[in-house]
């Protein structure tokens, strides 16, 4: 079965000052991994994805993940945290052998302090 | 390409009241995902179309609510009659595959039942 855990609920930054927001996962078979922002009032988009290439997956907005099977985990960074990265981030597992459901973390709310 | 739309953004219903949403998903895509999210808790997966058939509707919480896609294209979700817990967002989301290939989400619609 595959579940994804966000370890932390809410996480605050000061500006221009690194982000890591933790992500670990079980998953019985090869997962992808996804990480996705959501926006008050808007939908969920897309930030970067793991689908069994290279384990440093860059995205957009200067955000990236690193997947480790050891660990289980998928954590995502990025270098310095700008006030537009304020909004919600969830980690979510598909499992690439059916494909058929995508299991979403709790979410992880990002402050960005000025 | 135009994304993943939804109708209507929001909705204020009373209790009793039969709703329905619909999603527009990216054309071309044969994968169709229904999602609800209850007052900031986790994303809940409620049903899956792979073009007009439902793949996975074990996430339905009952059988007050209904979901279609006639033809393959749009998909509707009904709810008949609302109770005060099913207000929350609910969001739509389209893939062209779904081994390793990500979700689109639409912007959700955001269910009031008073």
């Known amino acids: 079965a595959q579940s994804v855990t966000q370890l932390d609920s809410h996480v605050s930054v000061s500006e221009g000052t690194p982000v890591l927001l933790r992500c670990n996962y079980s998953?019985?078979?090869?997962?992808?991994l996804f990480w996705y922002v959501q926006h008050p009032n808007k939908g969920l988009q897309l930030l970067l994805k793991?689908?069994?290439?290279?384990?440093l997956v860059k995205g957009i907005n200067g955000f990236e993940a690193e997947f480790k099977k050891s660990e289980s985990s998928f954590h995502l960074t990025k270098p310095s945290a700008h006030m537009s990265d304020a909004a919600e981030y969830f980690c979510v597992v598909s499992d690439t052998n059916t494909g058929n459901q995508f299991y979403f973390g709790t979410g992880t709310s990002l402050t960005v302090i000025p | 390409e135009a994304g993943v739309t939804q109708f209507p953004s929001h909705s204020v219903i009373e209790k009793g009241q039969t709703v329905t949403l619909r999603c527009d998903p990216i054309?071309?895509?044969?994968?169709l995902y229904w999602y609800r999210r209850v007052m900031g808790k986790e994303i809940k997966f409620l049903l899956h179309?792979?073009?007009?058939?439902?793949?996975?509707e074990s996430g339905m919480p009952n059988n007050r609510f209904l979901a279609e896609r006639t033809g393959g294209t749009y998909s509707t979700l009904k709810v008949q009659p609302a109770e005060l817990e099913d207000s929350g967002v609910y969001f739509c989301?389209?893939?062209?595959?779904?081994?390793?290939?990500?979700?689109?989400f639409g912007n959700g619609t955001r269910l009031t039942v008073t």
């Open positions: 989301a389209s893939s062209f595959h779904p081994r390793g290939s990500p979700l689109h």
């Open positions: 179309f792979v073009k007009e058939s439902k793949q996975d």
């Open positions: 793991y689908t069994s290439a290279a384990t």
């Open positions: 998953s019985s078979y090869s997962p992808s």
């Open positions: 054309s071309g895509h044969d994968n």
